[in-house]
Nanobody
Framework: VQLQASGGGLVQAGGSLRLSCAAS????????MGWYRQAPGKQRELVAS??????NYADSVQGRFTISRDNAKNTVYLQMNSLKPEDTAVYYC?????????????WGQGTLVTVSS
């Protein structure tokens, strides 16, 4: 099982980016999917998660970011609007996947988002 993230890049403050993360491999089912981020010198933090029809957001991104998923494509998205310089970080996707009878969390490789002021 692999998670492949994409969509990061350089954007000016106030701009938008859309991150994607596709899961592939021997997947029976996917439970919760989410996005985390880690800024230089800081701990990794949860940005948003989605499970079934429920979503959860960090206070710092509430109202600006939207998480969604396409179950047919085993893909989770993060639409990021009104970006701020403090959103600069490496963004990682995470998913709890049931594969070969074992459920565990998997991490994507990370995609860098840089927001210039």
């Amino acid at each position: 099982v692999q998670l492949q993230a994409s969509g990061g890049g350089l954007v000016q403050a106030g701009g938008s980016l859309r991150l994607s993360c596709a899961a592939s491999g021997s997947i029976f089912s996917i439970d919760i999917m989410g996005w985390y981020r880690q800024a230089p010198g800081k701990q990794r933090e949860l940005v948003a998660s989605i499970s079934g029809g429920s979503t959860n957001y960090a206070d710092s991104v509430q109202g600006r970011f939207t998480i969604s998923r396409d179950n047919a494509k085993n893909t989770v998205y993060l639409q990021m609007n009104s970006l701020k310089p403090e959103d600069t970080a490496v963004y990682y996707c995470n998913a709890k996947i049931l594969s070969s009878g074992i459920g565990r969390h998997y991490w994507g490789q990370g995609t860098l988002v840089t927001v210039s002021s």
